[in-house]
């Protein structure tokens, strides 16, 4: 099972969440299909112009007032699939991870805390958060880019723990982010590296959190 030690786990009194890869799908390659034809172009566009090394740098707070004309005066060729980006991020979400949703709303009815940390630039957020009522069963989100503070960082965690009001060994965190599950970890937060949610389900259930 890809989760914490099992065998003298704490009891979980809040579930944790990433969004991204955990509640609904993302990958920039999704919008950018539809707007370059060649693969191999795609390929090159996705590895050198508009890359998810860049895009982290929205994540972590920088506004694409900054980065998009600063993106543009690099790769003039390509100005209109940068704006591209800005304007039609959501098509890089083309829909909900299969069956993590359903567990979201079986907690709810349990009536356990859920709460949310998300690497997520702000204004993308903004743009995102009204398209997904999911997240209305969440009790706070800490959202990167409004916090200029992304995962990995210890500090995020240590945020997220004051803004949440429960011990870290007392929530459960679900990433699907390998660095971002040892880093909650060596906070004192029980994890779990997400992979499926048939997986995530196991471990709820072990835990006492579902029937």
Same mark, same amino acid.
């Given at each position: 099972?890809?989760?914490?030690?099992?065998?003298?786990?704490?009891?979980?009194?809040?579930?944790?969440?990433?969004?991204?890869?955990?509640?609904?799908?993302?990958?920039?390659?999704?919008?950018?299909?539809?707007?370059?034809?060649?693969?191999?172009?795609?390929?090159?566009?996705?590895?050198?112009?508009?890359?998810?090394?860049?895009?982290?740098?929205?994540?972590?707070?920088?506004?694409?007032?900054?980065?998009? &004309? %600063?993106?543009?005066?690099?790769?003039? @060729?390509? *100005?209109?699939? +940068? $704006? !591209?980006?800005?304007?039609?991020?959501?098509?890089?979400?083309?829909?909900?991870?299969?069956?993590?949703?359903?567990?979201?709303?079986?907690?709810?009815?349990?009536?356990?805390?859920?709460?949310?940390?998300?690497?997520?630039?702000?204004?993308?957020?903004?743009?995102?958060?009204?398209?997904?009522?999911?997240?209305?069963?969440?009790?706070?989100?800490?959202?990167?880019?409004?916090?200029?503070?992304?995962?990995?960082?210890?500090?995020?965690?240590?945020?997220?723990?004051?803004?949440?009001?429960?011990? &870290? %060994?007392?929530?459960?965190?679900?990433? @699907?982010? *390998?660095?971002? +599950? $040892? !880093?909650?970890?060596?906070?004192?937060?029980?994890?779990?590296?997400?992979?499926?949610?048939?997986?995530?389900?196991?471990?709820?259930?072990?835990?006492?959190?579902?029937?």
């Amino acid at each position: 099972m890809r989760s914490g030690v099992l065998s003298a786990f704490n009891k979980v009194e809040a579930v944790v969440f990433d969004v991204g890869r955990v509640i609904v799908q993302w990958d920039l390659r999704n919008l950018f299909a539809k707007l370059i034809d060649d693969n191999a172009e795609l390929d090159w566009f996705l590895a050198n112009v508009v890359t998810e090394e860049w895009h982290f740098e929205h994540d972590a707070g920088r506004p694409l007032s900054e980065m998009v &004309p %600063e993106r543009k005066a690099l790769f003039p @060729d390509h *100005a209109d699939l +940068i $704006e !591209a980006y800005a304007t039609r991020f959501l098509e890089t979400i083309p829909g909900r991870v299969p069956g993590t949703v359903e567990l979201i709303e079986s907690l709810a009815v349990r009536e356990v805390p859920l709460f949310a940390i998300t690497n997520f630039g702000a204004e993308f957020w903004d743009m995102f958060r009204p398209t997904e009522p999911v997240l209305d069963h969440f009790v706070d989100i800490v959202v990167s880019g409004r916090e200029c503070l992304a995962k990995p960082r210890s500090a995020i965690f240590q945020l997220a723990a004051r803004r949440f009001g429960h011990a &870290p %060994e007392a929530m459960l965190f679900i990433d @699907d982010n *390998a660095a971002n +599950i $040892e !880093a909650a970890r060596k906070e004192g937060w029980q994890v779990h590296h997400f992979a499926n949610a048939p997986d995530l389900r196991r471990d709820l259930e072990a835990r006492g959190l579902l029937d």
